[in-house]
């Protein structure tokens, strides 16, 4: 401090900056020195002169949270409608930062408690990110709308929950109309989802918001996935926990055009597979955006992956449709075995898996698939990529030689049961394990 005054005391100009064009004013207010600050102003120095980022003193001031060098550029000259880069006020930097006592005097003087940064952002939104109850409160007490979204539809609700802020989303809740979060396009419960808030989530369940919201198209628009409900949020981020929340409160799997259990077969979240295939999401789903084939689509996102195709076949993936096609059969042959006339423009397991880079995959993942089917013929197209794996002779013994009673027995009752429906049968546990392909497992 001493040396401060006396180069002021030597005619240092208070105006000279740093490289950022931080003027000393401004790095005074960041030392919190009240007498630093007292002494430049004296010297005259100008309380809104901007650094290359347009942040002011008072910014700083706002920032760093003290009242009293907040009172002395206010009374120095000091604007609350000052922004910076980003568009923000000084009341809005007092709110993210949780300093309650310099949002009053910034309001006492005059701030907008409803200004909006150029992307929506208002100070409340600011204020439920931080969390503060008591900032929250203030601003509400002096007519800030909790209503009004920003640019990407965002209310303060929905911030408090992504962020995890219980205190503050219990605020919000009541005063946050249904008008405003249907306009907005998503609920509360996809932000506590996507944040992976537990206590937020069970506080909105509990508030009686539903688990299975949708998003509007013009948010789910912005998502390259299509994603729609909460339960697509906790998967697509491999939030097993939050996953296991929202499916025993009821979540439904199978709301997405793109399925939960596709994305977390995709990510190789097996615990987050299990979860959902407990909760009866569907195994033999379609995903035809990408490619439209006649075998359900969970098998092209882990044909590498034994251990994940097991769980999908013994959770009651259709292993048949991976041998329906239209090579060498005429149509009467075909309709028999339940290929029908639709199917002709879509792409077969054999047309699939004969590109270059999964050749060197069927064998393996074709004997694994007939230990799930009955007596099947292989069409001439998947034998000639076959004759060339070390799986073939075994492969070609298992499609010629009839399969055994046993074993067409458990494929035809597994086509008219669940796991679920099996598992809830009073049978001898020796025959349920063997029915549930428990001996396929790895």
Known sequence: MENVKKLLDHRASPHTTNSTNESPLLLAVRAGSYQMVSSLIAAGARVEQVCLKKWTAMHEASRAGCARVMELLLQSGGQVSETDQYGVTPLGIAAEYSHSEVLQLLIKHGADVNAQAPNGDSVLYDAAGSGDADCINILLQHGANPNVHNLNSQLPIHHAAYEGHYLALKILIPITTRRALRLSGHSPVHSAADGGRTHCLELLLQKGFDINAQLAPHISDNYGDMRRSPLYFTVSNGDETHTEILLKSGAQPDLDPLRCLLVAVRSGRYEIVKLLLAAN??????????SDTVFPTALQYCLKDEAMTRLLLNNGYDAEKCFCCNHDDDWDELSESGYSQDQQEQVAFCEFVSVS??????????????????????????????????????????????????????????????????????????????????????
């Open 357 to 442: 880079w999964l050749e060197h995959l069927v064998g393996r993942v074709v004997s694994i698939l007939l230990e799930y089917v009955g007596q099947v013929s292989l069409c001439g197209k998947l034998t000639k990529i076959l004759n060339k794996q070390k799986e073939w002779p075994h492969i070609h013994r298992t499609t010629c030689n009839p399969r055994s009673l046993s074993h067409l027995s458990r494929v035809l009752i597994r086509k008219h049961l669940s796991c679920s429906g099996l598992m809830s049968l009073q049978l001898p546990n020796r025959l349920k394990d063997y029915l549930l392909f428990k001996d396929n497992e790895l």
């Open 281 to 290: 999401a569907d195994v033999n789903c379609y995903f035809t955006v990408v």
